[in-house]
């Protein structure tokens, strides 16, 4: 591929891997129990798929206990995607356990970096409030500007604790009433919503399946660049996604589509490395 045409690969793949990561820790993270002391540990791996073809890998761990939780996300790309971009993305968060179990975040941290692009963002919110206290975001290794006015910074949470929501609500299974939840990344904030679609059966890993599908909507208010929703073809400036969970008790996190895009994007469970008995394939 021509040197000239790596940066547009390079900016395609930044724009979606954000964006697919939001449905993923939704799609992951709402496998977690209703109950926060009595979560176990997930380590999750997934390929993310670009016009069918895997273009990364990207797993994820998160813990939980009574004093408090972290969650960690690594995205790299493989084959020939890696031999061109060489992209690498990681994310962090981590919080309290209040005695209500209710989560509430204390920092939150997401940095990418390819062969020609580097940026980072680091945020400190106030537990008891939601309030950002200390953000900071760099672009090259500079020191950048947010463009999140200081209003919009108040009362939110980080996209890794407003997904963990998202599991009582599925499993309280009330269909077409939505959860909502005030996302601030570092750079962007949105709104997520998700809304519990009703059962189905799907093929996921070469598998038919009873599934249950969870709709999910970002809008955006804030922070987005018009570059970030160039592969985006809705008229307004959000994103659909469409979640598959296993239709039993596990509500087990399968499968993720970005829809609105003008090349098919998504992510698909590979393997459960969370059991003692090691990594298992999602098919099994």
């Known amino acids: 591929?021509?040197?000239?045409?790596?940066l547009p690969v390079s900016n395609r793949l930044a724009r979606l891997t954000w964006l697919l990561i939001s449905g993923l820790l939704a799609l992951a993270l709402a496998a977690s129990p209703a109950?926060?002391?009595?979560?176990a540990p997930l380590d999750l791996r997934y390929g993310v798929y670009w016009a069918g073809l895997q273009i990364a890998?990207?797993?994820l761990k998160h813990e939980i206990a009574p004093a408090g939780y972290s969650a960690k996300l690594v995205v790299e790309t493989v084959g020939l995607t890696e031999r061109l971009v060489r992209y690498r993305a990681r994310t962090l968060a981590a919080g309290e356990v209040a005695p209500d179990r209710s989560l509430l975040p204390t920092?939150?941290?997401?940095?990418?970096?390819?062969r020609k692009k580097a940026r980072r963002s680091v945020v400190t919110f106030d537990p008891a409030s939601g309030d950002v206290v200390d953000l900071a975001i760099s672009k090259r290794g500079e020191p950048d500007r947010s463009k999140v006015p200081e209003e919009l910074r108040k009362g939110v949470i980080d996209p890794l604790s407003a997904f963990l929501g998202i599991r009582e609500h599925v499993a309280a299974m009330r269909p077409g009433v939505p959860y909502r939840a005030p996302v601030f990344d570092g750079r962007r904030r949105y709104d997520l919503e998700a809304r519990v679609v009703g059962h189905d059966r799907a093929t996921v890993a070469g598998r038919e399946q009873p599934v249950l599908r969870v709709a999910l909507i970002a809008t955006f208010l804030a922070g987005a660049d018009p570059d970030d929703l160039d592969e985006i073809t809705s008229d307004a400036e959000r994103v659909r996604f469409e979640l598959l969970l296993s239709d039993d008790e596990r509500l087990?996190?399968?499968?993720?589509?970005?829809l609105d895009s003008l090349l098919p994007a998504t992510i698909e469970l590979l393997q459960d490395c969370s059991g003692e008995a090691g990594c298992?394939?999602?098919a099994n």
């Open 1 to 6: 591929m021509p040197e000239e045409r790596l």
């Open 35 to 39: 109950r926060a002391a009595d979560q």
């Open 57 to 59: 890998t990207l797993k």
């Open 107 to 114: 920092s939150f941290s997401s940095e990418y970096q390819t």
């Open 252 to 258: 087990r996190p399968l499968q993720m589509r970005m």
């Open 280 to 282: 298992q394939l999602a």
